[in-house]
């Protein structure tokens, strides 16, 4: 009967490095980081964070057998967690949390890793700085690490969070260790793809954008956040841990505030441009601010037409208010009932009154109301990232924005 279990055992493992897993069903899964994914209860938010973060929801929407979640509040490569630390009697950091945990690692089939925040924002418990080779060589270690106690784990690194400090974004904010935080994450994601690690970045899914996902105004998510990140993640998982843009490339995003049905200067620069650049291999999305009811075969047809590249992607701002977590070239059907502009379940999202709009918040309620280019405003504050490629109309042409 030993030699039986050994051998399924061995055949488990077989299977696991010959077949790409791109689900988690009975799968158990391990979660490595600090407080964005360990669960942060603040006083904006009443729930119970460690319930309902991204990885817990998507290890639901997997159907994962079991997570195990072992990230803790103000952790990260270089540091654990004082009081913790003091009370367990080992070091919370990524590398004593791994040696800890070395039994759960075994039977884990998936981990995912989400550091950095506090490698760029704290130096080392001692005072001292560590550098950004210190924070690559620190990562290899602590994935190597992990490999070499299971060899057959799928590993995960997740970029997170934007962060912001005092209402602006800190992406070239330099941390206390000398290097900005794009520096940081640039860092992390040079090590992840050279140690053949797959990248779950946020950014992808045009999320944590915008102050207005953050609880805290720092680094936190909201709730309502953190179900749009699992639910990313999911996509993520189910499409062999790759997101759209990995899937197809990253888009130069064209800023189109006409209707894009009617000739036009404003068009006719906006499709030059676009085939211009795509002579150099760049892809184009167009974002489009007018209220369409078109469906996907009009804008197949309107592609074809106008003799634009075959992988155009037009994105229409009340479309993605209707369905902002798909991924396909599928449109809803809208439907305009009494000024309210309802989804193709039926949900209403967005209101008209008289010259001001408004949002669905969160089904119940709505948001104050907004001028047209305040909600155009809102729109791309969240929908761009600063990893976007942004053409903007300016004196006649398409120009790119800085």
């Not at 004082?82 to 690692?105: C, M, P, V």
């Not at 418990?125 to 550098?131: K, V």
């Not at 210190?134 to 490999?147: G, S």
């Not at 489009?288 to 003799?307: C, G, P, R």
Request: proline share 3%.
């Amino acid at each position: 009967m030993q030699v039986k279990s050994k051998i399924k055992e061995l055949l488990k493992k077989f299977v696991k490095c010959k077949v790409p897993q791109n689900n988690w069903a009975n799968m158990n899964v391990i979660v490595f980081g600090d407080s964005i994914v360990a669960g942060q209860e603040l006083i904006r938010e009443e729930t119970p964070y460690r319930d309902v973060v991204y990885a817990k929801l998507a290890a639901y929407y997997l159907h994962a057998h079991k997570l195990e979640n072992f990230a803790e509040t103000g952790t990260g490569q270089f540091k654990g967690q004082h009081n913790l630390d003091r009370l367990a009697g080992w070091t919370h950091s990524f590398e004593g949390s791994i040696e800890y945990y070395k039994q759960e690692i075994k039977q884990a089939d998936v981990a995912l890793i989400a550091y950095g925040n506090n490698d760029w924002k704290q130096p080392n418990p001692d005072g001292s700085q560590h550098s950004l080779t210190e924070v690559k060589d620190k990562l290899r270690q602590n994935i190597n690490h992990i490999r070499a106690i299971n060899h057959h784990i799928q590993l995960v690194g997740v970029i997170e969070t934007l962060a912001f400090r005092k209402h602006q974004p800190a992406w070239y904010l330099e941390g206390p260790n000398g290097f900005t935080y794009a520096d940081m994450v640039a860092a992390y994601i040079v090590v992840y793809e050279e140690q053949n690690v797959a990248v779950f970045d946020i950014r992808d899914y045009h999320l944590g954008n915008h102050i207005d996902e953050y609880v805290d105004d720092r680094d936190h998510f909201t709730l309502a956040i953190h179900k749009q990140i699992a639910k990313s993640l999911t996509d993520f998982v189910k499409h062999g841990y790759q997101s759209p843009v990995q899937r197809f490339g990253e888009t130069d995003k064209y800023i189109f505030t006409g209707n894009l049905f009617e000739d036009s200067k404003m068009r006719q620069e906006l499709f030059a441009a676009i085939k211009s650049n795509a002579q150099q291999g760049k892809r184009a999305e167009i974002l489009w601010f007018e209220l369409s009811m078109v469906t996907a075969d009009e804008i197949v047809d309107f592609i074809k037409v106008n003799d634009l590249p075959e992988d155009t992607k037009i994105t229409n701002i009340y479309q993605y208010y209707a369905a902002p977590l798909r991924y396909d070239v599928e449109l809803d059907d809208l439907t305009l009932v009494d000024n309210v502009l309802l989804n193709a379940h039926q949900i209403p999202f967005i209101k008209f009154d008289a010259d001001m709009i408004l949002r669905s918040l969160d089904g119940e309620k709505w948001s104050e109301p907004l001028t047209k280019s305040a909600f155009n405003d809102l729109w791309i504050n969240h929908y761009v990232s600063l990893k976007d490629q942004i053409w903007t109309w300016q004196d006649g042409h398409y120009v790119k924005s800085k």
